[in-house]
C-alpha cells in the first residue's frame, strides 16, 4: 500500500509524456524522389512543400538523385525501407527505374509519376503535362514560323527519358505537314547547358545554313543561343526552348531579353501533385491520368509572366513567414501547456504527501502498539520453539539409539544366516562336482550356487559396516603392488565386458615397479569389485568403462589416485550427494542393498583418503579415489586369499552381471498355429527367467523379455497365451507394462500374472486397477505356478466354448476393446464376403495386425481361425439366400464369395450335412 501512490504518479507522467509525444508524431509520410536539381525542379519542390502546410501532419522528405539512376534507386529503396506511406517519382530514366517502382508498389505503398513515366503500368497515379502534346505546340509554331519552309536543328534531352521521347514524337508528327522543313542535325545534351553547347558548336561547323534551334528544355536553350551569339550567327536563327520557368537567368527572362524567340510553359504543378498524393492517402476520388495544359511564352506576355511570378515568390514568402509563426506559436503553445501540467502535478505531488503525512502518523501509532502485542507473541514463541529443540534433541538420540539397533539386529541376523548359507553352499558345490548329474538339474544347482555367493556377500558388507559404525573395522596392512593387484582384480569383469558388449580398459601412467604401496590389499580389493560392480550395473551394452592409475604429490606425500568411469545412466546432483549413504537407492527399478558404496567411502576413510563422485544424468559416472601410498602401522605379510573373499570377489561379479540393465534373452521361431500354447517370461533377472524356463519348458512354447518395454515388444509380435511379468524392473516397471498391454488391440485378451517380493495391499491394487488377471508372490512354488497358468488358459478356453460363431461371441463377458475388434471383424467379413479374392493378409491389414497376430487373436477370442470365421459366414449368408430367394445354386456360390460351385457344395455339406441341391428340394415339396 505504501507504494502504490508511486505506481499512479509514475502512470501518470507516462500519459503526460504519450499525448506530448503524439502531438509531434506525423500522420503521413511522404518521400519525393527527383531525377534531378535543376531550376524547374527546385520550383516543383517549393509547390509541394507550401502545398503540404495545408495537411496538417504531413511529413515531406526529399532526395535529389543528380541524374544517377543507381543514385536514385537507392534513394527509394530507402523509401520502402522507411515504410513510408507514399513515394512521388520523376524518373530519371523510363526503364532503369521501373523495377525498383515495381517492388514499391507491390509493398503496398501509393507510386505517384510526375513528369516523366516508366516502362510498367504498376503506378498508382501521373501528375504532368502531355509530353506528346507539347512537342506537338513546338512543331505547329515551327512551320508557322518558318512559314512551311526551313532547316532545323533538335536539341533533346536524354534519350531514355520518356520526356524526351515523347516530344521529339509530337515535334514530328506536326512537322509531316509539310515536307519543306528539314531536320538537318539532331544531337542528345542531357538537358544540360554546358553540353547543349559543345554540340550546336559541332553542328553550325558542319552546316552554313540553319533556319531554327529547337531544344526540349530552356538551359539547352538557352546554352544553344550563347554559342550562336559567341560565333555571330544568332541573328539569323530562331531559339525555341521548352519549361517557360520564371526567374533570374531561366527561361521567360531569356525570352523578354529576346534571346530566346519563344518558350512552352511546361508547368511544374507541384501543388496538384500533393492534392493528388492526399486525396490517395485518405481514401477519397481522384483521377490516375492528370495532365496539365502548356501554351507558348513568346516577347508579348513574357513581361506579364515576370510580374505574375514576382507576385506569387512574394505570397510564397508571407506565406513561409506566416508557417514559421505558427510554428513558433505552436512552441509556446506546448511549453505553456507542459508547464501547466508540470504545476498540476506538483499540486497532486502536494496533496498526495500531506495525506501520506497524516496517515503516517497514525500508521505509526498503530505499528507501535500491533509492535508490542507482537513481541509478547515473539517471546512466547521463543519459548515455545526451545522446547520443541530440546524435544527434537531427544528424538534425535532416540532414533539414532534404534538405528544402532537396527543395525545390530541386522547383524546378529546376519550370523545367523551364514551358517546355513555355508550348509547349502558346500553341498551344492559338492553335488556339481558330481559328474552323472542331469543338465536340467545342474543348472538349477548352477543358479543355487549363483545366488548363496551373492548372499554371503551382501551379509559380509551387513557384518563389515557394523564393525565400522563401531570402530572396530582396522586395517592389515601389507605391502604390494597396487597395479598388479588391480589387472589380477579385474580379469573376472572381462568376461562379463565381452558378454555385454562393453569396452573394458585398464591403464596406468608411469612404471608399474612404481606402484608398491602399504595398505589393506583385501579392503582395497573391495574397493574396486564394489567400484566396477557399481559400473557395469548402470552400463549398457556397447557402453565404456575405465580404470585408470596415477599418482600425485599431496602434503609432500605421494598419493594414489584411483579413478572408474563409466558411460552409463548417470545420475542427477541431488542423487549423487546422497550416493554414499548407507542403504541410499537412487530409485526402486535399480535393486541393491545400498551398503556398497557406504562402504567404499568407509575403507578408503580408514585408508586417510577421500573419495569424490561427478555424474552427469544420461551421460556416466565417474568415481575418483586417493589415499596415501604407504600407511602408517605394522606391516604383515600377504596371505592367501580365503575362501570368504573369493566368495566376496564371485558375488559382485555376478551381482553387476545378474542385474544388468540391458541383457538378450532367448528368443523362438513359431508361426503362431503351434499346438504348444505360448508363455512370455518378463524379468530382468537372468536366473530367474532360467528357472521359470526351465519349469514350462516341457508343456509350453517360452519367449523371454528383460523388462516391460521389450516384452510389450515381444507380447505383440508372437501374441502369447499368457504372460507372466515382475512388478520391479529397470526401463518400464510391469504395473505400466501391464496397463499398455492392456489398451493395445493386439494384446487386451491375453491373461496377465503378476510376480512381486512385495505383499502390500496397494500394490495388488494398482496392479489390478492396470488390469492384471493374478498375482503370485515371490519366492513361489513351482506346483502353484504352473497351476495358476494353467487355470488362466482353461478359463480363457472356457469363453471360448460359450458360442460357435461370432454373434454368440460378443455375448461373453470380453472387455470392451476385444468387443470391438470382435464386432470390427464381423463388419469387414460382412461387408467384403463377396470378393472370392478376400485373404487374411488384407484383413489383418485393415485392423492393423500382422498375419500371425490376427489368426492368434480371432483363435483366442472366437476359437476359430479368420479363414473358417470367414468360411461361416459365407455359408450362414448363403443358406439365408437358398432359404429366401429363387437364385441357383451356382449365382449364390459367387454372391457370397465361392470360387467354384461343386467347392461350394461340399463346404456345405460338411457345415449343414445335406447339400444345396437337397436343401431346395426339401424346400419346394419335392424330398
Known amino acids: 500500500m505504501r507504494h502504490r501512490w508511486h505506481k499512479y504518479l509514475l502512470l501518470f507522467f507516462l500519459v503526460c509524456l504519450l499525448m506530448a509525444c503524439n502531438r509531434g508524431r506525423s500522420k ?39 541524374d544517377d539512376n543507381a543514385r536514385q534507386i537507392n534513394d527509394i529503396k530507402e523509401f520502402i525501407r522507411q515504410r513510408v506511406n507514399l513515394i512521388i517519382v520523376a524518373p530519371n530514366e523510363a526503364g532503369a527505374i521501373a523495377p525498383v517502382l515495381e517492388e514499391a508498389y507491390e509493398a503496398g505503398i501509393p507510386v505517384v509519376l510526375v513528369d516523366r513515366r516508366i516502362h510498367s503500368d504498376k503506378y498508382t497515379a501521373y501528375v504532368g503535362a502531355d509530353n506528346y502534346e507539347v512537342g506537338k505546340k513546338v512543331g505547329e509554331y515551327i512551320v508557322n514560323a518558318l512559314h512551311g519552309k526551313g532547316k532545323v536543328v533538335e536539341i533533346t534531352g536524354l534519350k531514355a527519358s ?35 553547347r559543345m554540340v550546336v558548336d559541332t553542328i553550325l561547323r558542319n552546316h552554313d545554313q540553319i533556319d531554327l534551334i529547337v531544344a526540349q528544355n530552356d538551359r539547352m536553350a538557352m546554352g544553344a543561343y550563347q554559342e550562336a551569339r559567341r560565333q555571330k550567327r544568332e541573328k539569323e536563327i530562331l531559339f525555341i526552348g521548352i519549361d517557360a520557368v520564371a526567374g533570374k537567368g531561366y527561361g521567360v527572362e531569356s525570352v523578354a531579353k529576346g534571346e530566346l524567340t519563344v518558350t512552352f510553359i511546361y508547368p511544374t504543378g507541384g501543388d496538384k501533385v500533393m492534392q493528388v498524393a492526399m486525396a490517395i492517402l485518405k481514401g477519397q476520388k481522384y483521377e490516375r491520368e492528370n495532365y496539365l495544359s502548356t501554351a507558348a511564352v513568346d516577347k508579348g506576355n513574357a513581361r506579364i509572366m515576370q510580374l505574375q511570378t514576382e507576385h506569387i515568390f512574394a505570397l510564397d514568402h508571407k506565406i513561409e513567414l506566416l508557417h514559421n509563426r505558427l510554428d513558433d506559436y505552436f512552441l509556446r503553445y506546448s511549453a505553456q501547456k507542459m508547464f501547466l501540467y508540470a504545476c498540476v502535478v506538483i499540486l497532486v505531488l502536494v496533496g498526495f504527501l500531506m495525506f501520506f503525512l497524516v496517515r503516517a502518523f497514525w500508521v505509526k501509532n498503530r505499528m507501535n502498539t500491533e509492535l508490542s502485542t507482537q513481541k509478547k507473541q515473539l517471546e512466547q ?52 562336482e558330481d559328474k552323472q548329474l542331469g543338465d536340467r538339474e545342474r543348472k538349477m ?133 546422497h550416493v554414499f549413504e548407507r542403504f541410499y537407492q537412487i530409485d526402486m527399478q535399480h535393486t541393491g542393498s545400498g551398503l556398497g558404496l557406504a ?23 565417474c568415481f575418483l579415489v586417493e589415499l596415501p601410498m604407504k600407511q602408517e602401522g605394522e606391516v604383515e605379510e600377504i596371505i592367501e586369499k580365503n575362501e570368504s573373499l573369493k566368495n566376496l570377489q564371485e558375488g559382485a561379479v555376478l551381482d553387476a552381471g545378474l542385474e544388468t540393465l540391458h541383457q538378450l534373452p532367448k528368443t523362438i521361431e513359431t508361426d503362431g498355429t503351434a499346438e504348444k500354447e505360448i508363455v512370455l517370461v518378463i524379468d530382468d533377472n537372468q536366473d530367474v527367467r532360467e528357472y521359470t524356463e526351465m519349469l514350462l519348458r516341457d508343456r509350453y512354447t517360452v519367449i523371454e523379455a528383460v523388462n516391460g518395454q521389450d516384452g510389450i515388444r515381444q507380447a505383440m ?13 529397470p526401463v518400464m516397471d510391469g504395473i505400466e507394462c501391464c496397463r499398455r498391454l492392456k489398451n493395445e488391440i493386439q494384446t487386451s485378451h491375453i491373461p496377465i500374472l503378476m510376480l512381486t517380493a512385495y505383499t502390500m495391499d496397494e500394490q495388488r491394487i494398482q496392479g489390478y486397477d492396470s488390469g492384471a488377471d493374478a498375482y503370485l508372490t515371490k519366492p513361489f512354488n513351482a506346483k502353484v505356478l504352473l497351476t495358476r497358468i494353467r487355470n488362466l488358459i482353461d478359463n480363457r478356453k472356457r469363453l471360448k466354448s460359450l458360442g460357435d460363431s461370432i454373434a454368440t461371441i460378443q455375448k461373453q463377458s470380453l472387455s470392451d476393446m476385444d468387443k470391438g475388434f470382435v464386432e470390427k471383424l464381423k463388419g469387414l467379413i460382412d461387408e467384403k464376403m463377396g470378393d472370392s479374392n478376400l485373404s487374411v493378409e488384407f484383413l489383418g491389414t485393415e485392423l492393423g495386425l500382422g498375419r500371425v497376430q490376427l489368426y492368434r487373436k480371432a483363435k483366442a477370442l472366437t476359437g476359430y481361425s479368420p479363414n473358417e470365421l470367414l468360411r461361416i459366414a459365407r455359408l450362414k449368408k448363403a443358406a439365408s439366400l437358398l432359404a429366401s430367394t429363387e437364385k441357383t445354386v451356382a449365382e449364390i456360390t459367387y454372391e457370397v464369395g465361392f470360387s467354384s460351385p461343386s467347392y461350394f457344395t461340399r463346404c456345405y455339406k460338411e457345415y449343414f450335412g445335406e447339400s444345396p441341391t437337397d436343401f431346395l428340394k426339401r424346400r419346394n415339396g419335392k424330398g
Open 28 to 66: 503521413y509520410i511522404i518521400g519525393v524522389s527527383q531525377c534531378s536539381n535543376d531550376e524547374w525542379r527546385v520550383q516543383m519542390n517549393k509547390e509541394i512543400l507550401r502545398e503540404a502546410l495545408f495537411y496538417p501532419g504531413v511529413k515531406v522528405k526529399i532526395r535529389q538523385a543528380q
Open 445 to 577: 544347482l548352477e543358479i543355487v550356487q549363483r545366488n548363496v555367493s551373492i548372499l554371503l556377500r551382501l551379509i559380509t558388507q551387513i557384518l563389515d559396516f557394523q564393525k565400522y559404525e563401531h570402530g572396530k573395522l582396522h586395517l592389515r596392512l601389507s605391502e604390494f603392488n597396487i597395479l598388479a593387484g588391480v589387472r589380477e582384480w579385474t580379469e573376472a569383469f572381462h568376461v562379463l565386458a565381452s558378454r555385454k558388449h562393453i569396452h573394458f580398459t585398464v591403464s596406468a601412467e608411469g612404471d608399474a615397479a612404481d606402484y608398491v604401496m602399504i595398505a589393506d590389499v583385501e579392503k582395497m580389493e573391495r574397493i574396486i569389485y564394489n567400484l566396477l560392480s557399481n559400473a557395469f550395473k548402470f552400463t549398457p551394452e556397447k557402453g565404456e568403462i575405465k580404470v585408470e592409475l596415477s599418482q600425485i604429490e599431496k602434503k609432500q606425500l605421494r598419493f594414489l589416485r584411483l579413478k572408474v568411469s563409466d558411460t552409463g545412466i548417470g545420475m542427477s546432483e541431488d542423487h549423487a550427494r
Open 162 to 196: 520518356t520526356p524526351a521521347i515523347e516530344r521529339h514524337r509530337g515535334m514530328m508528327d506536326a512537322l509531316k505537314k509539310t515536307s519543306d522543313i528539314k531536320i538537318v542535325a539532331s544531337a542528345d545534351a542531357g538537358w544540360f547547358q554546358d553540353k547543349a
Open 599 to 621: 562402504l567404499v567411502e568407509a575403507f578408503v576413510h580408514l585408508h586417510h583418503g577421500n573419495v569424490i563422485v561427478d555424474s552427469t544424468e544420461g551421460k556416466g559416472t
Open 381 to 432: 514463541q521463543r519459548d515455545q520453539l526451545q522446547e520443541q529443540r530440546d524435544q527434537l534433541i531427544e528424538l534425535s538420540r532416540q532414533l539414532e539409539d534404534a538405528t544402532h539397533a537396527k543395525l545390530a539386529f541386522f547383524t546378529s541376523v546376519s550370523h545367523d544366516f551364514r551358517t546355513p548359507l555355508t550348509l547349502i553352499a558346500d553341498p551344492v558345490n559338492q553335488l556339481l
Open 717 to 729: 509380435k508372437y501374441v502369447p497365451d499368457v504372460i507372466i511379468c515382475d512388478i520391479m524392473m
